[in-house]
């Protein structure tokens, strides 16, 4: 069956069979009382446009993991102005007959630092591709006022380092094997995906101290909340920033508007917590 921009809805990446994302919008859309769907679709950036054309342009919204959160900016034209800052996107939704890029990640850091009550004046993230971007506006718009982007690929860490510093943000790029040389973070973000062939290793010093962001979730723990476990530091693991992107994800599908939040909110958020195992309330 053809899909249809009212009822139907995608998160698209490679890989992709570890996906929460259609858990956690079924569960939203129950709660909602909406017979949606949404599935998992096997997207990579050289399938991202005969996807798009065959099914892309007719479902209601989609929601974009790696490595498509850059090439989707190819194909849709009207974009959310956190997209341009940032010049990278996860989710297509519908305003009108139009379809529009935004990118609910920074939301997803925010709210996930915030409901732990995370604070930092200086930072340092692991990895320098899209997602970095979106965890760096976060923390600079909860305080952080120096951000170290943390690369094996300094080059491409130096492209996000630009991206960033037009938006204001204080940003300098460090290779992982000078983190012995430069100064003690209160965070650590990693953005590394959880089957990286080698981590970085992090001074001793620094897991003792510093609080740990982990956007990885599968599995958990991840190899960096491992290393965390036998310190007294704060540990949030990515399911809360997956979770609470999803949130603003679903309110643009149904309002194509993040700020403007669902029916009994409350009541719909637990029930998405609920269905990925995490503590509502």
């Not at 200086?122 to 320098?128: H, N, V």
């Not at 990885?216 to 809360?240: D, N």
Request: charged residues 20%; aromatic residues 8%.
């Amino acid at each position: 069956m053809a899909p249809t921009a009212e009822t139907d809805f995608e998160v698209w990446g490679d890989p992709i069979e570890h996906s929460l994302s259609p858990t956690l919008h079924r569960a939203a859309y129950a709660a909602l009382g909406r017979n949606w769907s949404y599935r998992a679709r096997t997207v990579n950036k050289e399938l991202i446009t005969p996807a798009w054309v065959g099914a892309g342009a007719q479902l209601g919204g989609i929601s974009l993991t790696m490595p498509l959160k850059e090439r989707i900016l190819d194909l849709v034209a009207l974009r959310d102005p956190i997209v341009d800052v940032l010049l990278c996107a996860n989710t297509v939704y519908r305003s009108g007959p139009a379809l529009v890029l935004s990118n609910t990640d920074p939301f997803g850091v925010e709210k996930a630092l915030e409901r732990f009550g995370v604070e930092a004046t200086t930072a340092w993230i692991l990895g320098a591709g899209a997602t970095s971007r979106s965890v760096a506006h976060a923390l600079a718009s909860r305080g952080v006022e120096e951000i170290v982007l943390c690369a094996r690929d300094t080059e491409r860490a130096g492209r996000s380092a630009h991206i960033l510093r037009e938006s204001g943000l204080n940003v300098s790029v460090v290779p992982f094997t000078d983190l012995d040389e430069i100064s003690e973070p209160d965070l650590v973000a990693s953005t590394l995906p959880g089957d990286v062939e080698e981590f970085p290793k992090i001074p001793p010093s620094v897991v003792a101290s510093a609080s740990l962001f982990d956007v990885a979730y599968s599995p958990w723990p991840s190899h960096y909340a491992q290393v965390w476990s036998k310190s007294s530091g704060q540990v949030v693991s990515g399911l809360w920033m997956l979770a609470y992107q999803a949130l603003a994800q679903v309110r643009l599908f149904l309002h194509g508007d993040a700020s403007q939040s669902l029916p009994d909110e409350d009541r719909v958020f637990d029930a998405m917590l609920d269905a990925v195992g995490l503590p509502s309330g």
